[in-house]
C-alpha cells in the first residue's frame, strides 16, 4: 500500500503549516460565502399549509418555528407507504444534538417528511430521534416548494404572521453539515469512497456503499 512519506517531527510541522494557510484561505472564503448567503432575496411563502405535529395535532407553518424566528427544516426522505428508511437521512438526523445552543440564537431544527405521522412515530421510536419531526401528508408544502421527495434542507425566517423562504441545499451541501462526515475528511483514510482523491492503495468503496442504518452494522 502506498502511503504518505514519513518524517520527522520538524518536516511534518512545516509541511503542517503550509495546509494551514490554505485551510485559513478556505475559512476566509466559506466566511464570504455566507455573507452572500445572508442577503439572498426571499420568497414569501402561504401560512396556511397544515401539518401533523408528533402529538397528531394539527399546526400551521409560524407554529413550527416554536416562537422563534428562524427555522431550519431537515427534509426527511419517508414518503407514504416507502418501504425503506433511507440511511443517508437516518444518519444525517444521528448527528443531530442538543439545540439549546440553536435555540439561543433564534432559530429552531425540525425534522418533515410527506410520509404520514402514523409512519414516522415507528421510524423514531426505533432510533429513539428527540428532534421534532412533522408530517406535510396533505399539504401542498413539497410541491410549492419545489421540493419533491428526496432529502434537502431549507431555512425560513418569521416576521409575525409573514414567513419567508431564505435558503434551500440538499446534496453535499447538507454532508458538509455533519460531524461525522466532517471527522472522516480530517483521518488518513477520509471518507474511504471512490470519488476521493487519496493515496494509491487507500481503501475505497462506492459512494455511500458502506453506510447503513445505525442498528444495522
Not at 72 to 85: E, P, R, T
Not at 126 to 131: D, E, L, N
Not at 162 to 170: A, C, G, I, L, S
Not at 207 to 217: G, I, Q, V
Request: net charge negative; glycine share 6%; hydrophobic share 35%.
Amino acid at each position: 500500500m502506498t502511503r504518505p512519506r514519513v518524517v520527522s517531527a520538524t518536516e511534518w510541522q512545516a509541511e503542517r503549516d503550509a495546509l494551514l494557510v490554505k485551510e485559513k484561505e478556505l475559512t476566509h472564503a466559506l466566511d464570504a460565502l455566507a455573507a452572500q448567503r445572508r442577503r439572498l432575496p426571499m420568497v414569501k411563502l402561504r401560512i396556511d399549509y397544515e401539518f401533523t405535529a408528533p402529538d397528531q395535532k394539527k399546526v400551521q407553518l409560524t407554529d413550527l418555528f416554536a416562537g422563534r424566528r428562524q427555522l431550519v427544516i431537515y427534509h426527511f426522505m419517508l414518503a407514504k407507504n416507502q418501504d425503506f428508511i433511507c440511511d443517508g437521512c437516518a444518519s444525517f438526523t444521528d448527528n443531530i444534538g442538543h439545540q439549546e445552543h440553536l435555540n439561543a440564537r433564534d432559530t429552531t431544527l425540525i425534522l418533515m417528511a410527506p410520509a404520514p405521522q402514523s409512519e414516522i412515530e415507528p421510524v423514531r421510536q426505533r432510533f429513539g430521534w428527540t428532534v421534532p419531526w412533522f408530517s406535510s401528508h396533505g399539504s401542498d408544502f413539497h410541491e410549492d416548494l419545489e421540493h419533491g421527495e428526496g432529502f434537502g434542507l431549507s431555512v425560513l425566517l418569521r416576521n409575525d404572521d409573514e414567513v419567508f423562504r431564505t435558503y434551500y441545499t440538499n446534496g453535499r451541501g447538507v454532508d458538509r453539515l455533519r460531524l461525522d462526515l466532517n471527522l472522516l475528511d480530517l483521518t488518513p483514510y477520509g471518507r474511504q469512497e471512490e470519488w476521493e482523491d487519496s493515496p494509491q492503495g487507500w481503501p475505497q468503496t462506492p459512494t455511500m456503499a458502506w453506510m447503513r442504518l445505525r442498528d444495522e452494522y
